[in-house]
């Protein structure tokens, strides 16, 4: 168990729909990334924050969107979705707050479906 | 710029050896290694910062050719619980906040 609970763990929905996957990270953890890993894909990074502040945008879509609120929590959203859209959403945390990214602690991941 | 690993894949007998590599196109600050076993998340494995340096973990260790912008993982004498994907990650710059994955090296270790 890394510590990091991401919730829901499974989700379907239809295109053109939007959802929220949400984040918690370990506790102490300032730093929250997204990660997307579709069936032939590796990790595609989409985006990081630190306390709170948006620090790092990778392959982010427009149709995508992410916070990080003041408890630390972070929620990543998608909106107008589509076929491709289907992936293992997976977020990770980190100390933070010093040079360089350090260990992740990845949870399990949130698979989204596109039907 | 993702990194580049090589090979795909690899297929080993239990107690032989592999060599995974990752290079990249672009000076590197640190190169990361995970590993994923099916159906679940990413697992640290070690952080090399540039310099040159030479880390292990149990019989798993890694070299960072700071000139080459490579680095190789080294897995001695495989187990069977070495089985999964092996993601290298590699960071341009200590103050950016993103760590770029490879496409990933499926290692498969048999009996």
């Known amino acids: 168990d890394s510590g990091v609970t991401q919730t829901p763990k499974h989700l379907i929905t239809a295109t053109g729909q939007r959802v929220t996957l949400r984040c918690s990270p370990r506790s102490g953890d300032l730093s929250v990334y997204w990660y997307q890993q579709s069936l032939d894909q590796g990790l595609q990074f989409l985006i990081q924050?630190?306390?709170?502040?948006?620090?790092a945008k990778g392959n982010i879509l427009e149709r995508f969107s992410a916070q990080q609120f003041p408890d630390l929590h972070s929620e990543l959203n998608l909106s107008s979705l589509e076929l491709g859209d289907s992936a293992l959403y997976f977020c990770?945390?980190?100390?933070?707050?010093?040079?360089?990214?350090?260990?992740?602690?990845f949870g399990e991941g949130s698979r989204l479906t596109v039907l | 710029q993702q990194p580049v690993q090589s090979p795909q894949a690899v297929i080993l007998r239990e107690g032989e050896d592999a060599v995974i590599n990752c290079s990249s196109s672009k000076a590197l600050y640190s190169v990361h290694w995970y590993r994923q076993k099916h159906g679940e998340a990413p697992v640290f494995l070690m952080i090399?910062?540039?310099?040159?340096e030479q880390k292990g973990h149990e019989k798993i260790s890694a070299s960072f050719n700071e000139k080459k912008q490579q680095s190789s993982l080294y897995l001695t004498a495989s187990q069977l619980s070495y089985s999964g994907t092996y993601f290298c990650?590699?960071?341009?710059?200590?103050?950016?906040?993103?760590?770029?994955f490879g496409q990933g090296t499926t290692l498969q270790v048999k009996p």
């Open positions: 990770a945390s980190s100390v933070g707050g010093h040079t360089g990214v350090g260990e992740l602690f």
């Open positions: 924050y630190y306390n709170g502040e948006e620090r």
């Open positions: 990650g590699t960071e341009i710059s200590g103050n950016t906040g993103k760590l770029i």
């Open positions: 090399l910062l540039k310099g040159g």
